[in-house]
């Protein structure tokens, strides 16, 4: 999904939203409030990009910017404290993962084979 809908304009994203709930049902995915409060607001921007500019592409105008973000937040030090602040639920979350795994696959081969 994120290779059809990477760096397209405007005018060619039809439906990106319906596509992520349909991926998110069909793998029973939950997403946090703030996810979907983000998920509504690209939703209204992507409405008003359309209607003021169909040639608009976002993924190039953001580029600079979240390039600055990234490696402010992304310091080798900030990762660090993250990891110290983190551990326990990593683990737990690496242990959850590798556990679920081998059911993702299955029903990964079973979408590639049909």
Known sequence: M???YYGTELSEVHGGMNDLIHLMRKYHVSMPR?????????????????RLDPTFNAVEVC?????GVLMKKFTPINFLDYIKKNIIEMEHVLRVYLYQLPKLSKNWKKEIYE
């Open 2 to 4: 994120m290779y059809k």
């Open 63 to 67: 580029k600079p910017i979240m390039k």
């Open 34 to 50: 703030e996810f979907v409060l983000l998920a509504r607001g690209i939703g209204m921007v992507e409405e008003s990009g359309e």
